[in-house]
């Protein structure tokens, strides 16, 4: 079967099974020793984020809260 065909088939799949294959593939590539090349933004963003928090280690927000609040984002 070609990309095409596969991809057609795949499209009328609910879109959690569509989610769960994109996740599953990704785990795949990365277990076969896939690595990807940081751009060089994400690269500064994720030492700017490390920074932060090496500098203020007790400045977190729980689980807890950040699932209030996109709850409430959400509308729930």
Do not use: F, T
Not at 6 to 25: C, G, K, N, S, T
Not at 30 to 56: F, I, K, N, T
């Amino acid at each position: 079967m070609d990309l095409p065909s596969v991809l057609r088939e795949v499209d009328a799949w609910p879109v959690q099974d569509r989610m769960l294959l994109v996740q599953e593939l990704w785990d795949r590539l990365v277990d076969q020793g896939y690595e990807p090349e940081l751009w060089e933004s994400l690269r500064d963003e994720l030492d700017r984020r490390l920074a932060a928090d090496e500098a203020a280690p007790d400045d977190v927000v729980s689980r807890e809260e950040v699932k209030a609040e996109a709850l409430k984002r959400a509308g729930r």
